[in-house]
């Protein structure tokens, strides 16, 4: 049975700048959870390990890797997989928000294919594309570490970079673990392409089936496999994503938002966005300001 956290260090929460990433050291991350990491899978996040000292151990398909160089081993959304660090690693977990990748690449679907599975990339090779995401991780991490002016919107565009740079890498210069069923996960994207496109929250599950030419229970089950949620809170995590960009746009009114998604009472809007969210949508705007 997969374990699920929606966060990281076993959590089921994570603050994201912009709703798009967190960066933790990973100094930082073995003082709260230790060196070993039981399989588990992330519901919404895609990961990379950026190691820059010591070993690490990973556990993907019941098979071990080792990874004794400095490295970025990226891990997908949903994927189950476990890690054990030899004590005094160094590095940093930078963590993305799925739901706003998959957004920001849903005119790149070849990108989106090419990142969803693990891969584990030795930095130290003299490759320019593996040099470019290298260096564009380490712009990230100081970014991230900084309080300049801008930091947000930095690191919205450095998100893009590093996304299309990951993908530029080769397979013959890394390591890929294919671990899930592809057609299952073809499925599952094309399904969250109809929810992007259609930002509704009045079409229905079995209509989404019919476009995809499965059954309901067919599209539950992969939902349930791959993202261990329904389908009904996969479209919801999506609908939330998108009404929290459209909340930034402060010309619109809370109103005209909520009917921007087919949402005909404000009301219902405004306690659906602070179920999922902890908020009302006027004090996540209040937020941004």
């Known amino acids: 049975m997969k374990v699920y956290y929606n966060g990281i260090f076993g959590q089921q929460d994570i603050k994201l700048v912009r709703d798009i990433i967190n960066i933790v050291s990973l100094d930082e991350m073995f003082s709260l959870i230790g060196y ?84 584990i990339t030795e930095t130290a090779q003299d490759i320019s594309v593996v040099n470019d995401a290298y260096a564009t991780l380490q712009k990230c991490i100081l970014e991230y570490q900084s309080n300049l002016a801008g930091k947000d919107l930095a690191l919205q565009y450095l998100v893009g970079m590093l996304l299309l740079r990951l993908y530029r890498i080769n397979h013959s210069h890394q390591t890929v673990i294919h ?20 930002s509704s929250i009045k079409k229905r599950i079995e209509d989404y089936a019919q476009d995809l030419g499965i059954t309901v229970a067919l599209l539950s089950q992969i939902c349930k496999a791959i993202a261990g949620k329904s389908p009904k809170e996969v479209i919801l995590d999506f609908l939330i994503l998108n009404i929290k960009a459209a909340l930034k746009n402060h010309n619109l ?32 705007r209040s937020g941004l300001r």
Do not use: C, W
């Not at 073809?186 to 992007?196: G, P």
């Not at 921007?260 to 004090?283: A, N, V, W």
């Open 253 to 284: 009114s809370i109103s005209e938002v909520s009917y921007r998604f087919d949402i005909d009472d404000p009301s219902y809007f405004s306690r659906l966005f602070k179920q999922k969210t902890g908020l009302t949508p006027k004090e996540y």
């Open 179 to 198: 671990t899930l069923n592809q057609n299952e996960r073809s499925i599952f994207r094309n399904f969250r392409k109809l929810v992007q496109e259609n």
């Open 36 to 119: 070993s990491i039981s399989s588990h899978a992330h519901r919404n996040l895609f990961q990379i390990f950026v190691i820059e000292e010591g070993t690490v151990r990973l556990t993907a398909n019941n098979e071990h890797f080792y990874v004794n160089k400095p490295s970025i081993i990226t891990i997908p959304q949903s994927v189950v997989h476990g890690l054990e660090f030899e004590s005094g690693s160094k590095g940093h977990l930078v963590s993305l928000s799925a739901n706003a990748v998959e957004k920001m690449l849903r005119y790149d679907v070849e990108v989106i294919y090419e990142l969803d599975t693990i891969s």
